[in-house]
């Protein structure tokens, strides 16, 4: 199986940004521990980061026709706006998609309870830190048919 785990705006910024929010592990640490649950797993992954809203939409089109079994996202502020990546996510009805968030979005500024993208997905995860991911991973592997 395919796992695609996609990551949006400032997420490449672990371990520099606000580290009492998402810690002080960094990005190379986050994405080596998706790769080891992956192989656990027997699944094979793949990790994209854009700052881009475009980028990340014609990723998850993409994996639409590359053979991806899931995606985890964590679509970073992305998640409280955009409607565009509810759309693209929401295109699918055929493959598992978990929206993880390092933090407890519920538990901080007002505008972060809301999650546009949600709604177009299986499952969210919040409040487990980078672990969410792996939780994620488990829970698409799960869905397996």
């Excluded at 949006?8 to 640490?29: A, C, M, S, T, W």
């Excluded at 990340?56 to 964590?74: F, H, K, P």
């Amino acid at each position: 199986m395919k796992i695609l785990v996609i990551n949006g705006p400032n997420l490449n910024f672990l371990g520099i940004r606000d580290r009492k929010v998402y810690g002080n592990e960094d990005y190379d640490h986050l994405v080596g521990m998706i790769r080891d649950k992956a192989m656990e797993l027997n699944a094979e992954v793949e990790c994209y980061q854009s700052n881009h809203e475009g980028d990340l939409i014609d990723r998850i089109q993409q994996a639409y026709s590359d053979g991806t079994g899931g995606i985890v996202i964590n679509p970073g502020a992305l998640t409280h706006y955009s409607y565009a990546l509810y759309d693209a996510l929401g295109s699918y009805d055929t493959i598992p998609m978990v929206e993880v968030h390092i933090s407890d979005i519920n538990s901080r500024d007002e505008f972060r309870k809301k999650s546009v993208t949600a709604p177009a997905c299986d499952k969210q995860i919040v409040g487990h830190g980078l672990e969410g991911y792996l939780e994620a991973m488990e829970f698409i592997v799960s869905q397996r048919k």
